[in-house]
């Protein structure tokens, strides 16, 4: 943080992103509801076969080393629930619905490997002012996600088998 003071950038955090106290979107709900469908509108989403195959490999060999490995999907702006895709990268509900379908089977299959939807595709606990923008909680956002999250983390240790299965 000393070298972001001697570049003379204020209200920035350790990872540079300046503005996090306060919000990016509109203020008004009206405003908010334009922008953010409008930035959600173009679907762009196909499934990489091969991305998925290397990830799970992946997750499997940390597994296979008495890995934890923890996967969420953090909560998106709840206008995505109106929206026509699923997030501003262009997923789609389908799309994502896949995904998590996908990362669900691969929570009941590995052992040591857990899984949770924090976002419910825009049906979760967060209002519009708890977003920095469409995709990330601001301070306010992020402080009740990380209350979350240290919950869902107490009960993965619950779960913990004591020797791992082996995958293929």
């Known amino acids: 943080s000393i070298d ?17 106290m306060k ?22 989403y196909q499934f990489n076969e091969s991305r998925w195959e290397e990830f799970i490999c992946s997750v499997r060999e940390l597994n296979q080393r008495n890995v934890r490995v923890l996967l969420l999907i953090t909560p998106i702006h709840p206008l995505v629930k109106e929206a026509a895709c699923a997030d501003p990268d262009g997923t789609t509900h389908d799309g994502y619905r896949e995904v998590i379908q996908k990362l669900e089977a691969l929570d009941k299959e590995l052992p040591l490997t857990w899984f949770t939807d924090f976002n419910q595709d825009g049906h979760h606990a967060y209002e519009h002012q708890e977003f920095y ?4 909680l601001n301070r306010k956002g992020s402080h009740k996600l990380t209350k979350r999250i240290v919950e869902w983390l107490t009960q993965c240790g619950k779960e913990t088998p004591v020797e791992p299965k082996q995958s293929n």
Do not use: C, F, Y
């Not at 923008?133 to 990330?136: C, Q």
């Open 133 to 136: 923008d469409v995709d990330h």
């Open 23 to 44: 919000s990016r979107l509109p203020e008004t709900q009206e405003e908010a509801r334009k922008e953010l469908l409008d930035e959600m509108s173009v679907a762009k």
């Open 4 to 20: 972001l003071k001697t570049l003379g950038m204020g209200n920035v955090d350790i990872w540079g992103w300046e503005g996090r």
